[in-house]
């Protein structure tokens, strides 16, 4: 997968909208951040709850590794872009966008 198949994934997602920090791209929900793509595009972030954060890594070590420090405890996931296929790359940027957007929106959108 490429960094740019990754921000079209996460851009279909319902209401996200791309920003930048940092001089990479990253997506939002509502002003939250979800997800990023690495400066040199090798790897994707994605925000995730912990029992997420901890099956996907669990799961798919070679693809999914926690941040250091208080990036990766918050949630901050780092998705090696060519460990992943679209499908599993979706499933977790949507579990991302679930986990910071707001309740209203998720709760809309999981009767799509």
Same mark, same amino acid.
Do not use: Y
């Given at each position: 997968?490429?960094?740019?198949?990754? *921000?079209?994934?996460?851009?279909?997602?319902?209401?996200?909208?791309? =920003?930048? !920090?940092? &001089? !990479? %791209?990253?997506? #939002?929900? =509502? =002003?939250? /951040? @979800?997800?990023? /793509?690495?400066?040199?595009?090798?790897? =994707?972030?994605?925000?995730?709850?912990?029992? *997420?954060?901890?099956?996907?890594?669990?799961?798919? %070590?070679?693809?999914?590794?926690? @941040?250091? &420090?208080?990036? &990766? #405890?918050? &949630?901050?996931?780092?998705?090696?872009?060519?460990?992943? !296929?679209?499908? /599993?790359?979706?499933?977790?940027?949507?579990?991302?966008? #679930?986990?910071?957007? %707001?309740?209203?929106?998720?709760? *809309? !959108?999981?009767?799509?």
């Amino acid at each position: 997968m490429t960094a740019d198949e990754f *921000r079209d994934l996460a851009l279909e997602l319902p209401e996200a909208s791309e =920003g930048s !920090h940092s &001089g !990479h %791209p990253d997506v #939002r929900i =509502g =002003g939250k /951040i @979800f997800a990023t /793509i690495g400066p040199d595009e090798a790897w =994707g972030m994605v925000k995730l709850s912990a029992d *997420r954060q901890a099956s996907w890594i669990r799961n798919l %070590p070679e693809a999914f590794e926690m @941040f250091n &420090g208080a990036w &990766g #405890r918050q &949630g901050c996931t780092k998705v090696m872009l060519a460990a992943v !296929h679209a499908e /599993i790359a979706c499933q977790a940027l949507r579990d991302a966008w #679930r986990n910071v957007a %707001p309740t209203q929106l998720v709760q *809309r !959108h999981s009767e799509d």
